[in-house]
């Protein structure tokens, strides 16, 4: 079993930067090639969308558009931790951050992560 502990998120001024965390447990992801970290977002009554997602242990990275040259994904293999850099934070990145582990074939498709974390909150006040 993984478990999937998030942290980092809270209230900034838009322009402003925060730095989520996300913890994996219970297994050794990155032994695995093919495993990703993703993150995802949800803002009250709207659909959860991709924000980025990094292979484990090959460290490539795919961005959505809406956040593209403003957010970074990076990872701690030895830690299993993988890390989301906001800078340059809008009022529409305000929701609940997800962190995912998972074997996608594609690293954007929401339904193909299986480990999901319960979420942190950032708020980006204009």
């Known amino acids: 079993q993984v478990q999937l502990v998030e942290s980092g998120g809270g209230l900034v001024q838009a322009g402003g930067s925060l730095r989520l965390s996300c913890a994996a447990s219970g297994r050794t992801l990155h032994t695995f090639s093919a495993y990703a970290m993703g993150w995802f977002r949800q803002a009250p009554g709207k659909a959860r969308e991709f924000v980025a997602g990094?292979?484990?242990?090959?460290?490539?990275?795919v961005y959505a558009d809406s956040v593209k040259g403003r957010f970074t994904i990076s990872r701690d293999n030895a830690k299993n931790t993988v890390y989301l850099q906001m800078n340059s934070l809008k009022p529409e990145d305000t929701a609940v951050y997800y962190c995912a582990a998972g074997r996608p074939p594609q690293i954007a498709t929401m339904t193909a992560y299986a480990y999901w974390g319960q979420g942190t909150q950032v708020t980006a006040s204009s």
């Open positions: 990094i292979r484990w242990s090959e460290g490539s990275a």
